[in-house]
């Protein structure tokens, strides 16, 4: 399953620790989770709509997201890109691994803004990155084994997500009708881009996969 992996991307500690953790992802599942990084597309292009569309066509097409939930403040492009997840029903895993409490909730124990909690088909995963690394990172292979133990609980929470019930309840009338009503939406000439082939292809996919049901 490809799995679209949102975050920061703006200095060389998100660049890298990206891509650390979408292979060790791999890894772990034994190749069943291949994270798509928006960061392996954008290069240095002129930052305009085109990045935003193809990063949302990577959204749309993805079986699965995983988004990073890190910060005092979380990034306001993932939290837009699980927007677009949720409008499309698309499982979702949100990793905080940031031990810092943060938000405006008095119920939920998520610790960011209460907008961006309670929606269906979404899962937290809350990992203390630096109690773990106090604990693990003292082995001669000790990246390896950090990385591997974030991997494997966002395997884990991956697995549980991607087995819940579509909204979509298996109508794939209504998912084509829904996923062309989101490419609308979004302008700045988007829907040149997702065509309705394109669409059909994507839930085609999904529908096989078992995603839709």
């Known amino acids: 399953m490809n799995v679209y992996h ?7 500690k998100h660049l890298a620790g990206n891509l650390l953790l979408s292979k060790a992802i791999a890894e772990v599942s034994g190749g069943k989770y291949r994270t798509l990084l928006p960061q392996s597309n954008e290069g240095n292009k002129q930052r305009n709509a085109n990045i935003r569309n193809g990063d949302l066509e990577m959204v749309m097409s993805c079986h699965l997201a995983l988004l990073n939930f890190d910060g005092t403040d979380l990034d306001s492009g993932t939290v837009v890109e699980f927007m677009a997840a949720k409008m499309l029903d698309i499982p979702c895993v949100l990793l905080r691994t940031d031990f810092r409490n943060a938000g405006d909730q008095s119920v939920s ?9 309670g929606y269906p088909r979404s899962l937290t995963l809350k990992i203390n990155a630096l109690a773990l690394y106090n604990r693990i990172v003292t ?4 990246l390896k084994c950090y990385l591997h133990e974030i991997a494997r609980r966002v395997v884990a929470a991956m697995d549980e997500v991607a087995a ?5 309840g298996g109508d794939l009338r209504k998912a084509e009708e829904i996923y062309r009503w989101f490419v609308k939406s979004c302008g700045s000439d988007f829907d040149s881009q997702m065509t309705r082939e394109r669409i059909a292809a994507i839930l085609k996919e ?5 995603l839709l049901s």
Not at 206 to 210: F, I, Q, R, V, Y
Request: glycine share 6%; net charge negative.
């Open 6 to 12: 949102a975050g920061d991307l703006f200095d060389f």
């Open 109 to 117: 124990a998520d610790p960011w803004n209460l907008m961006c909690s």
């Open 139 to 142: 082995t001669p292979d000790a």
């Open 164 to 168: 819940k019930p579509s909204l979509f």
């Open 206 to 210: 999904k529908a096989e996969l078992g």
